[in-house]
């Protein structure tokens, strides 16, 4: 029952399929007055576009955005803005052999458990393709947070399989998309020595008809304290279901997260004190996060990845009838999806920081 | 703004500070008909009650549940069901010297920065305290869920500080809640080797006035596929936000979870396959949930819990003032949050798993 | 499917029957600071009262309210404030005569229909002392508006039966509460010669254990312009929604009303114009809510109220075992349900308004 | 705050401004399985279509819409539907020039009020053409509601000015629609006398420049008893909210509605009786809901819409900058707003039918 609305200040609807006539997102709950270009939700689109790099599916995509409302001379009124992107590269025919095959790891089985009707193609409405519509919507809320304290939403791939990368705390999102020469870094991991081996991870891969998880890391910065609900809606329980809320995110974790599990309260308390005349912590641990409130420090949080389920290697599986088959996907699908996966997560956290700081002016 | 509600067809709605008169919570949405018993709400707020055993704060609350509305004859009429449980051991003189120091870990701090004004005696709306209207509403959701599919949900403890559990997927609540000989298990890890441990670990750990963190793993059984909605609201990404909303949880994850991370797609992706008639699958890395729906496999899931805050050991930090000072919490605490931890994550979990049936029947 | 919570930035929860042990509503969004006092809610909760003159009905109820959470040192917190009113004088053996009877009028035989299974006792949930609930988190209501911007909101009849009354536009509480001698006014019409004809024509309706409707005005003073969503959460639709889900009302207006339908643009429109270099109307026939949103003048609105459907007099009916029979209801009863109407429709528009008004905070 | 978004199983969101692109709304919770075909939707978008006949607008609107997303192979999947409309004959400089004066009736200076910003162009979002979108949800909602329960919603006109009509309560859409003469009747008013000289009052206004309001009455059939919830989202409230969500209205009664203000218990109450072993009422003065809930009796409601406040004659006004001025609206408008109300009201009236029908299946 219906379940595409996202936030409650900030409130996002999408509706769309992987193969239908288009994506589209309903964003209600801007403030009036936000400048609002089809260049920087474009530039976000782009981010997350298939076909961007060698590492990702070669889908082709335009991904354009069209602004239907909302938008008046190049502000936001205060009423909901609707964005179309329109599908192009919809190669149903790729689908149809497989209409009836549950794939491994795949929601077919579960949505004809749900609905008794799905549209085969492409996934349908669970192909990451919906994630075009958060991604426009967060480009929203991203100016929103920037314009109104100044916020800003960043995130890297720390891990692929089981390679590493260190990221400094100061880490710019230059570093996140480029090389060291400057080039397009198609990993967004900023951790160059460690996104090499990504790379060659992710390329090997691939040849072997597979595929891998990994882990990306966001921090949101400048985030005012105070933002979250006492109780259910606290600000890490709302940014956990964001997050979770993405195809293929198998886990969340918010400062040590489940290394916390093995820590002492001696050694895991984040001392406070004053700087500028500010309340602030010495360390962040708590991931910039207490009784689910935020607290001035960074928001720092993970998600783990679950390698893609759509593999060229044949996998045993069953029909919708109930029969034994088996089945190798002929789509075009990434390898890893961690690269397309950090503007899917920025945009969700993007707009729980928006959500929350339009909640908290009820206070204020 | 307005956060103290959780779920859409069935609404759960709490008031209550740890220190006020008491704790309410009105649950809106029972079906009617539901045999209601104050004895089976008792008995889970005895789960989760203070003093139960030696491992956990000795603060002395009977915590006896008042059922004041919605249940007629002993089932409940469809209409919303109130419960009130009552403070009774509010010692908020052993508050009164640090209400205006901000413990390390705790909410003081970003609850000043977010209302302003604060309820200091014992956390006020930050503390656990609120756990028990939950706990009194998953009671309610755990007598829906049996009911209508004998579905089941049940939790235990698998990690505290380095000590592992091993769990077999066929655990039983008697394995939770006792020892091999029968006695109560205050641990609530059914591996009795490392349960002992984690007793010894937990006691030594609060005879050096410090506390230490764990995971409790949560399963849900019987539950049937169909459950979760595609995008924003899948089941994953709920049970993450329920799970997530519980006080000092840090991390999330279901099914392999974050190794899934380091996982390539070949050996992460369950099989299909056919048992009796329904499609199943072999093994069960994908914790009963593609595409954000329940495949009819058990529901495994996982949080990572903090160590507790409050220490009798002493900390620096500042107050309020801004002026730095040190703090040694003096009230009574749990050394270790499991297991008291175990009965609040079963009750969240049977929140979401009853809301989202609930949501279902509108399909079928 | 959950529906006892309203509002959006104010959410209101309530739960109870009529004779079960009590009514608890929990106010969820109250902005931290404002002053919280037990004796404010008190004194909404008498004007609401059975038993307070002899043209109500004499069930006595003290309708003690007992604040449980939210509120620390007479201040709100900003966390969820819920208040108690138990029930004292259920007389249920009233209404066990009558429990397989369906009543006209009453809810009786569509509250089978829904839920299969009824409190019978005096209406269960469908009975009217659900409105407790309503008026005391109407009296927190009246406390922010009257903070954050001296709104005020005045109701009163003007309407019973035939006779109606003239009441100017500046009409104070005073002169609705209280008749020109100064003595308490049970109607609660401030046109004194109408009001002793209403309560005449009240008491020669009970006699004849009969009951009577009416129509009571009500205006929200020194609302700022504003207040109201663009498309479906209009202020005309959400005080709608507020006044038509009291028990008993059948008609709701605003400004004109019904009476616009006979009217020409021409002369129904209000010309802008500026006084004190504010933009107002010279006329209000719009009754303050211009596109959905509040102009700045007074909200002015009527609520129809049907006669009481309980009758001493006797009807004909049938069981709820589908056998013809008649019925006399011997309960309490107020032969017309206006002066008691006012306090809960003041109430409902108070929340209305303190609702908008923290939700258009979000847009400045 | 986020206000664009109606119902709660079945939830339309809607976007869109007058001379903006287009308008969209997005239907979330059709369950799967529904035949929807573009025809359907189209003819009721025909029904509410500007230039349908001489007594409205002239303004000249294909209102073609297309599907973008939720049905396959012409049938509901149970994700959401995304319905666009586009706009065409947009012409904004009829506006240019009045674009800084406040129009009396309209929301020009209670929207610069609200948001600071305003998109000027024939009213933006504040504009009657964002009930494409109602129209085009509603024509879904019927769709469920016919294949779930033949329920079948119909609405017309009873009063234009001071012509009231005779209504049978067995009046079919033919008659509505049609004239005896099997003309379409531009009027939709079943009634021929009266609608013949409505139609001549409507001329008459039109031609003086003027405008006039009305009254349409909307019947429900077929809908099962038990739909509707107790206390705030009664059946009245929400179809309350619904019809005073439209641009216009101004008041909306039930069953007798103001008429029962006058009335005695005695002679308002229907009898309960039984007819083919189903609890009816003779007579329907409670207008198919008693205590909130449906009873399976014709809903019956009335809407009264003020006159069109867009007028060719000259009024006095104000500028934005508070500067006296007059205004006399160029743009093409309805001299009477009824005949196209009567879709607009109908798709409310089903889409909350719809609603509640979905809430409801949670109960059985």
Redesign the interface.
């Known amino acids: 029952?219906?379940?595409?609305?996202?936030?409650?200040?900030?409130?996002v609807?999408?509706?769309?399929?992987s193969h239908?006539?288009?994506?589209?997102v309903?964003v209600?709950?801007c403030?009036?007055?936000i400048v609002i270009d089809a260049e920087a939700i474009q530039m976000e689109l782009d981010r997350r576009r298939p076909g961007q790099s060698a590492l990702v599916t070669q889908r082709k995509e335009p991904d354009h955005c069209?602004?239907?409302?909302?938008v008046?001379d190049g502000?936001s009124?205060?009423?909901?803005?609707?964005i179309?992107v329109r599908n192009k590269d919809a190669k149903s025919k790729d689908y149809s052999a497989i209409a009836n095959k549950?794939r491994?790891?795949?929601?077919?089985?579960?949505?004809d458990?749900?609905?008794?009707?799905?549209?085969p193609r492409g996934g349908?409405?669970?192909s990451a393709r919906?994630t075009v519509s958060r991604v426009a919507a967060g480009a929203i809320a991203k100016k929103i947070i920037a314009e109104a304290f100044g916020g800003e939403v960043l995130g890297y791939v720390v891990?692929?399989?089981?390679i590493h990368a260190e990221v400094p705390e100061a880490v710019t999102r230059e570093q996140v998309e480029s090389r060291p020469d400057g080039s397009f870094n198609p990993v967004r991991c900023p951790d160059p020595e460690a996104s090499l081996k990504m790379e060659k991870l992710i390329k090997k891969?691939r040849k072997e008809k597979?595929?891998?998880?990994?882990?990306a890391e966001i921090v949101g910065r400048g985030v005012?304290?105070?933002?979250?609900?006492?109780?259910?809606?606290?600000l890490?329980?709302?940014?956990?279901?964001?997050?979770?809320?993405i195809?293929a995110?198998?886990?969340?974790?918010?400062?040590?997260?489940?290394a916390?599990?093995?820590?002492?309260?001696?050694a895991?308390?984040?001392?406070?004190?004053?700087r500028d005349?500010r309340?602030i912590?010495r360390t962040n641990r708590?991931?910039g996060?207490?009784?689910?409130?935020?607290?001035?420090m960074p928001l720092l949080l993970r998600a783990?990845?679950?390698?893609?389920?759509?593999?060229p290697?044949e996998?045993?599986?069953?029909t919708s009838d109930?029969e034994?088959t088996t089945i190798a996907t002929k789509g075009r699908h990434d390898p890893c999806l961690l690269p397309r996966f950090v503007p899917m997560a920025e945009a969700m956290v993007a707009l729980v920081i928006a959500d929350h700081w339009?909640?908290?002016?009820?206070?204020?």
Do not use: C, W
Not at 13 to 17: F, H, L, N, Q
Not at 77 to 82: F, L, S, V, Y
Not at 249 to 258: M, R, T
């Open positions: 029952m219906a379940g595409s609305t996202f936030g409650r200040a900030l409130r609807t999408t509706a769309g399929e239908g006539p288009g994506n589209i309903i209600d709950g403030p009036p007055g069209e602004i239907l409302s909302g008046y502000r009124t205060g009423t909901p803005i609707a179309l549950y491994p790891g795949h929601a077919d089985h579960s949505y458990a749900k609905f008794g009707i799905r549209d349908g409405r669970a919906e891990q692929v399989g089981d891969v597979d595929s891998i998880g990994g882990v005012p304290a105070g933002l979250g609900e006492p109780v259910f809606d606290k890490k329980a709302d940014l956990a279901k964001a997050i979770m809320s195809p995110v198998v886990g969340f974790e918010y400062g040590a997260g489940f916390a599990a093995s820590t002492r309260g001696s895991h308390n984040d001392e406070f004190h004053i005349g309340v912590t708590h991931g996060i207490l009784g689910g409130i935020s607290t001035g783990a990845v679950k390698p893609t389920s759509s593999l290697k996998q045993k599986t069953v109930l034994p339009l909640r908290q002016k009820h206070n204020t």
